[in-house]
């Protein structure tokens, strides 16, 4: 087979008229040739850090949207299954992965659970580790987000991180803000990655320190406008990824918007194209071609440099993807899960109170951090109740694998004037998190998830919206179209209940995590990021 093109040489930095000869899913010629076709042959974008999970897709039907985007590898943390089901959720991924072309390079999840502050479905221990470090589809170990484990020398912590070196396989970090002494302590520990940064001075200290940066833009962080400017003068150090991805905005887009962007800004498109399509490779040792004569024929064809509109697809010589239209055939799959929890009542969400302020949670759009804020409470009858005047609304986290008492908290800014959301991906432990204007919201929108064994949704009154994640409680066991399609409907009616933020769900979905600073909720209580402890509700 032969593909002409403009052939993007991202080592050399040249652009030529030329032809690719492909044979046996290989590259065994590129040869410089005059013709007439403009569009521009490139190696295919690589996502540097994404939980497949997060698309709630599994990952055959992720792999179906990937590829209209020119996506032909990922470097994927599958955590958040593993929190649900161990090491048989990686095992799972892995194996439904093998059955489509897109190239998955799954991580061993160093922290499940993340903390021991919550209610996981799995622990996965040093020895865990190791086991799956011995096998040749594990590539790394994924984000050590227990960095205070690592700044106290915590045995096990430090356990996980010698077998990766024992096995050779690069450790990915998690330490947003982590700065000055600590920062060098974690880093020394053997820890080469970052995609937590999330201001241009922290990336920075990272990138001189020796690390490398992992710019991210996700369904809910996005950091792109943060830390962009430092790729003209890093670019070998840096990478892109999505972390989180909702099924809706992978309709859209992925890596290649974040090209688009870049080259908009007038960074040299070499210097972006190494970040989007190169430095994995040779970080994670990822069997990805590179476009170069004898490498495996993973590449893209564009229409040009700018808007990185993606022609075709090919990974291992094969036309994955041509004009809009995917060729990943759907496979079969199984759905297994871990929902074992009863239907609640209304009493369970009611919290009695009489202080004059309490610790509320502040969402920030566009990032996982909070901020704890203090705010006079609303009481009526003695208990305390959501404040839609003052968007001060009642946040519940229900343990999804055993009965037993939901956690209460205020937030602000959902916005919501009527109504309630809730969630089982919630990440890490993927227990319900739900945020309602009052206890009845609360409760109907919890029990239809629970009806569901898994899943989001959107109520208010007897209209509701739910899109159903049998597979583990937060995937779904839908096409990948039909499932963003839904998403969609859900998230528009959470728009029309009043949240103005621009991924309500995806950032409802980080709310119950406790190693992102500072104020969560888990299964067990209000959770202080910055002193990693419980604190009350009412401000003493």
């Not at 920062?183 to 995609?195: C, E, F, L, Q, S």
């Not at 990272?206 to 490398?212: D, N, R, T, V």
Request: charged residues 25%.
């Amino acid at each position: 087979m032969q593909i002409q093109g403009q052939i993007v040489d991202i080592a050399n930095r040249r652009i030529y008229s030329g032809e690719l000869t492909v044979a046996n899913g290989k590259i065994t010629s590129i040869t410089e040739k005059e013709h007439a076709n403009k569009t521009y042959l490139l190696p295919g974008f690589i996502d540097a850090h994404i939980h497949i999970e997060s698309s709630m897709l599994v990952p055959s039907e992720f792999a179906k949207l990937a590829v209209l985007h020119g996506t032909v590898a990922t470097i994927s943390d599958p955590h958040e299954i593993a929190n649900v089901l161990g090491t048989a959720g990686v095992y799972y991924m892995i194996e439904n992965s093998k059955k489509v072309p897109l190239k998955f390079h799954f991580g061993a999840p160093s922290c499940v659970p993340a903390t021991a502050f919550e209610t996981a479905g799995a622990v996965i221990d040093s020895d865990g580790i190791k086991e799956l470090l011995t096998s040749p589809d594990i590539y790394y170990l994924a984000e050590m987000m227990n960095y205070p484990g690592v700044l106290f020398d915590d045995p096990e912590v430090l356990k996980k991180i010698a077998w990766a070196k024992h096995f050779n396989k690069p450790v990915d970090g998690h330490a947003p803000g982590l700065r000055g002494e600590p920062v060098k302590k974690y880093i020394g520990a053997g820890i080469t990655t970052d995609h937590e940064c999330f201001t241009f001075d922290e990336a920075q200290e990272k990138l001189s320190l020796g690390m490398k940066v992992i710019i991210r833009e996700g369904s809910a962080a996005k950091n792109f406008e943060a830390l962009i400017d430092l790729l003209p003068e890093h670019f070998e150090n840096m990478m892109f990824c999505s972390d989180d991805k909702h099924p809706d905005d992978l309709i859209v887009s992925h890596i290649n918007a974040l090209c688009a962007r870049a080259v908009a800004k007038d960074i040299n498109v070499f210097k972006v194209l190494q970040a989007a399509c190169i430095n994995p490779i040779g970080h994670y040792k990822m069997n990805v071609g590179q476009l170069r004569e004898n490498d495996a024929a993973d590449f893209i064809v564009v229409e040009d440099l700018k808007d990185f509109k993606v022609l075709q697809t090919y990974i291992d010589g094969e036309l994955v993807a041509d004009n809009g239209k995917s060729f990943v055939k759907h496979v079969a799959f199984e759905t297994p899960n871990n929902f074992n929890v009863k239907a609640k009542n209304v009493s369970d969400f009611e919290i009695s109170g009489a202080a004059e302020k309490i610790r509320v949670i502040e969402a920030l759009e566009g990032q996982l951090i909070t901020n704890e804020i203090h705010h006079k409470p609303l009481i009526r009858d003695g208990k305390i109740v959501s404040d839609v005047e003052n968007d001060i609304l009642k946040m519940a986290v229900v343990n999804r694998y055993g009965d037993t008492k939901p956690a209460i908290a205020f937030i602000k800014n959902f916005g919501l004037q009527k109504g309630a959301i809730a969630s089982s991906v919630a990440h890490d432990c993927h227990n319900i998190v739900v945020v309602g204007t009052s206890d009845e919201e609360i409760c109907n929108a919890v029990n239809l998830l629970i009806k569901n064994t898994g899943g989001i949704c959107a109520v208010k009154g007897s209209e509701q919206k739910s899109l159903a994640l049998p597979v583990a409680g937060i995937m779904s066991d839908k096409d990948g179209w039909e499932t963003g399609k839904l998403y969609q409907e859900i998230d528009a009616m959470a728009k029309s209940l009043g949240s103005t933020l621009k991924a309500p769900f995806m950032t409802l979905s980080f709310m119950a995590l406790l190693v992102i600073p500072d104020l969560k909720l888990s299964d067990k209580g209000l959770f202080s990021g910055n002193s990693f402890s419980f604190v009350d509700l009412e401000v003493q």
